[in-house]
């Protein structure tokens, strides 16, 4: 069983910056695919940015050229830097590892990101 801790949510006014991390407890060089999802409220989870094994990477059209998704091996981590925020961003953002090919599938509780002046 894989743990996953986010962590770095919080409160920025519009226009500012936060890094999400997500730690997991076990190695993440397993799984093919590690995301970032966001749900607020009354709408349902989105995916926002994943990234692959080889790095390869995809954004949600609303966050490209403003966020940026990236993974640690060597520290079992996955980050989302998050730039030039917006009140829609407003969202519990969530990290969700995968290993496609076994079926695996691991999620974080949750972190609160919340743009307002």
């Known amino acids: 069983q894989v743990q996953l801790v986010e962590s770095g949510g919080g409160l920025v006014q519009p226009g500012g910056s936060l890094r999400l991390s997500c730690a997991a407890s076990?190695?993440?060089?397993?799984?093919?695919?590690m995301g970032w999802y966001r749900q607020a409220p009354g709408n349902r989870r989105e995916l926002v940015a994943a990234i692959g094994t080889g790095g390869n990477t995809n954004y949600a059209d609303s966050v490209k050229g403003r966020f940026t998704i990236s993974r640690d091996n060597a520290k079992n981590s996955v980050y989302l830097q998050m730039n030039s925020l917006k009140s829609e961003d407003t969202a519990v953002y969530y990290c969700?590892?995968?290993?496609?090919?076994?079926?695996?599938?691991?999620w974080g509780q949750g972190t609160q990101v919340t743009v307002s002046s």
């Open positions: 076990g190695r993440i060089s397993s799984f093919n695919f």
């Open positions: 969700n590892v995968q290993n496609t090919f076994l079926g695996r599938v691991y």
